[in-house]
């Protein structure tokens, strides 16, 4: 019986390695069709009594104005060209920060990698199951995926508005213009709303997002990157 219930968990285990595996290897050269996020908000629109909507549309990287990875970096991982996936100095800081801050907000050290496998292979959630799986997915778009094709593939699916995916859907739906034409101030302004797209908005700008599109333009002034 053990022996039965050991080859079936090794069986599984093979077929999950194996098919994880080859799911990078051609995301690697195809555009991701649907994430896990866009399904679930999808249904919580239609419980809510919502019409669904789903908004996104699929660009290359050389479609995308150089502002926007740049404020995406500046924003959320300025260490992205350099780390394989894990930012340790960011952890160590953020560790510090809520040990400090005990009650508050908790600050988190995700790295533009760990979104970006957070958001293609795995649901939202903070369970340490699903950490576990987040550390394992990073580490195979790191061994598998070029910086460039990282960023590519989180700009075109993250999370950006209500019902809005990617950065070409969110250009064209605040700015009325494709990602290519996005100016170094409207690319801070969207990279300033990425913690919480569905209530704040790059083109009315709240005191926080104004603030913090200020220090985005800022570190991109000092930003020196090798791929973007």
Excluded at 39 to 59: F, H, N, P, T
Excluded at 140 to 154: D, H
Excluded at 161 to 180: C, Q
């Amino acid at each position: 019986m053990l022996k039965k219930a050991g080859r079936i968990i090794l069986k599984s285990v093979l077929w999950f390695l194996g098919l994880s595996i080859l799911s990078v290897i051609i995301f690697r050269f195809v555009p991701i069709p649907v994430t896990p996020l866009m399904l679930i908000r999808c249904i919580e629109q239609k419980a809510d009594g919502k019409s669904m909507q789903l908004s996104k549309d699929w660009v290359s990287l050389n479609e995308i104005s150089p502002a926007m990875p740049m404020a995406a970096i500046a924003a959320e991982d300025q260490n992205f060209e350099e780390h394989f996936g894990f930012d340790m100095k960011a952890i160590q800081k953020a560790e510090k920060y809520n040990a400090k801050h005990k009650g508050k907000r908790l600050k988190g050290a995700s790295t533009i990698s760990q979104q970006t496998a957070k958001n293609v292979f795995l649901w939202p959630n903070r369970s340490w199951i699903r950490k576990g799986f987040e550390v394992y997915f990073t580490f195979l778009i790191e061994i598998f995926w070029s910086k460039r094709r990282i960023m590519e593939v989180y700009l075109n699916v993250i999370e950006m508005g209500d019902g809005i995916y990617g950065i070409e859907a969110a250009s064209r739906h605040y700015f009325h213009k494709s990602a290519s034409k996005l100016s170094v101030r409207e690319s801070a302004l969207i990279a300033a709303i990425f913690p919480n797209p569905r209530k704040w908005n790059p083109v009315y700008p709240d005191a926080r997002v104004s603030r913090k599109a200020g220090r985005i333009t800022h570190f991109m002034s000092r930003l020196k990157l090798e791929d973007f």
